[in-house]
Nanobody
């Protein structure tokens, strides 16, 4: 089991930038996939993007493509989500999660960090 703790959320103006982080503890295999999800009030949780731990290959949902970047640091066991050109609709609790491989569901989850985009 992997323990995940998010940090770095806050209040930012539309068009601004913010980076949130996910610190992982426990064993992470080369096949593991870490992902970012978000959940806005009254809405279902949705995927933001994910990264393959050993290759660093990242993919994004269309709603954030070109604005968000996911990176991982293998030595520090951290994953970051750099968010640029933020919109009011990006307001949500951002959660990180881990899956044992691309073929399996995300099974380990953090508690999330709040990101609020407002003027």
């Amino acid at each position: 089991q992997i323990q995940l703790v998010e940090s770095g959320g806050g209040l930012v103006q539309p068009g601004g930038s913010l980076t949130v982080s996910c610190a992982a503890s426990g064993y992470i295999s080369n096949n593991h996939v870490l992902g970012w999800f978000r959940q806005a009030p009254g809405k279902e949780r949705e995927a933001v993007g994910r990264i393959v731990w050993n290759t660093g290959n990242a993919r994004y949902e269309n709603s954030v493509k070109g604005r968000f970047t996911i990176r991982r640091d293998i030595l520090k066991k951290t994953m970051t989500l750099e968010m640029n050109n933020l919109k009011v609709d990006d307001t949500a609790v951002y959660l990180c999660a881990a899956a044992p491989s691309l073929m399996l569901n995300f099974r380990d989850w953090g508690r999330g960090t709040q990101v609020t985009v407002s003027s």
